[in-house]
């Protein structure tokens, strides 16, 4: 009888967790759609700062916030939550491989109120991005 009750108990808390850690995600191909049609979207750019000036999209939000997770990391993100606030546009959050720093970057900017249906990771991140005539560099 213990076996019956704890398999659902078991089976609920899995699916729980699985749901809990879901995120948006846009792929690299339909990202490129959305710049080239010039549909309004903020770009929340988490890289580190060389690899900002290597490669990032116009118009990104320069945040320097990699890898999202210690207090200075989430103080840099705090200072782009207002405009994010105020917009209604998609947002896109861009890290070096659309991984951990991402969803971290992800949870806190709903956690600080963003609406979560208009929070997306870039797939891959930006080692991902095979389009890079659409980005630009500040080296030479």
């Given at each position: 009888?213990?076996?019956?009750?704890?398999?659902?108990?078991?089976?609920?808390?899995?699916?729980s967790?699985?749901?809990?850690?879901?995120?948006?995600?846009?792929?690299?191909?339909?990202?490129?759609k959305?710049l080239?049609?010039?549909?309004?979207?903020?770009?929340?750019?988490?890289?580190?700062?060389?690899?900002?000036?290597?490669?990032?999209?116009?118009?990104s939000?320069?945040?320097?916030?990699?890898?999202?997770?210690?207090?200075?990391?989430?103080?840099?993100?705090?200072?782009?939550?207002?405009?994010?606030l105020?917009g209604?546009?998609?947002?896109?959050?861009?890290?070096?491989?659309?991984?951990?720093?991402?969803?971290?970057?992800?949870?806190?900017?709903?956690?600080?109120?963003?609406?979560?249906?208009?929070?997306?990771?870039?797939?891959?991140g930006?080692?991902?991005w095979?389009?890079?005539?659409?980005?630009?560099?500040?080296?030479?």
């Amino acid at each position: 009888m213990k076996r019956l009750l704890i398999y659902p108990a078991l089976s609920l808390a899995l699916v729980s967790t699985a749901i809990a850690a879901s995120y948006n995600y846009v792929e690299p191909a339909d990202f490129k759609k959305w710049l080239e049609s010039s549909k309004p979207v903020k770009i929340v750019d988490i890289q580190v700062p060389a690899e900002f000036r290597k490669h990032h999209f116009k118009n990104s939000l320069e945040t320097n916030a990699f890898p999202a997770k210690s207090a200075d990391d989430k103080k840099k993100l705090d200072e782009v939550v207002p405009q994010l606030l105020a917009g209604r546009e998609d947002i896109v959050i861009v890290c070096p491989r659309g991984g951990g720093g991402a969803k971290n970057t992800y949870e806190h900017l709903k956690g600080k109120g963003v609406a979560e249906k208009r929070l997306f990771i870039l797939e891959d991140g930006m080692q991902g991005w095979p389009y890079k005539q659409l980005t630009l560099s500040d080296t030479k």
